[in-house]
């Protein structure tokens, strides 16, 4: 009876704790949003051709991007080499494939690991 009782609250706790407080499930209870405009700045200033775009707008989204999407890009990162442990080739039926790699720790640029990871890859 103890051992029913605990399972009973173990299912009923995790289920009151699985859902976050203030989730909307119904569509309609969805508050309106309206995008932005794309050719707006953050200022309000209009931009009208691509030079404005290029030095305003673009790095304004790129910008909106980084803080609530993707976050920041690291710097210069502490790989050398790029070592590699396993490589058999397919995976997931051909669609994708399948290496396990490994780093030496040392200064390296994004530039250097991203050719070091090419190298790699691509032979």
Do not use: C
């Amino acid at each position: 009876m103890k051992t029913i009782l605990l399972v009973v609250f173990f299912i009923a706790s995790f289920t009151a704790y699985s859902q976050r407080p203030g989730t909307i499930y119904d569509e309609e209870k969805i508050p309106q949003y309206t995008l932005p405009e794309i050719l707006v700045a953050q200022n309000g200033r209009k931009i009208r051709n691509l030079k404005q775009w290029e030095k305003i707008r673009k790095p304004e989204i790129l910008r909106l991007f980084q803080q609530e999407v993707f976050g920041k890009i690291p710097g210069k990162l502490e790989i050398s080499e790029v070592i590699v442990h396993e490589n058999n080739g397919e995976a997931l039926g051909g669609l994708a494939v399948r290496k396990q790699l490994d780093k030496n720790e040392l200064p390296v640029s994004e530039e250097e690991l991203n050719k070091l990871i090419a190298k790699e890859f691509h032979g």
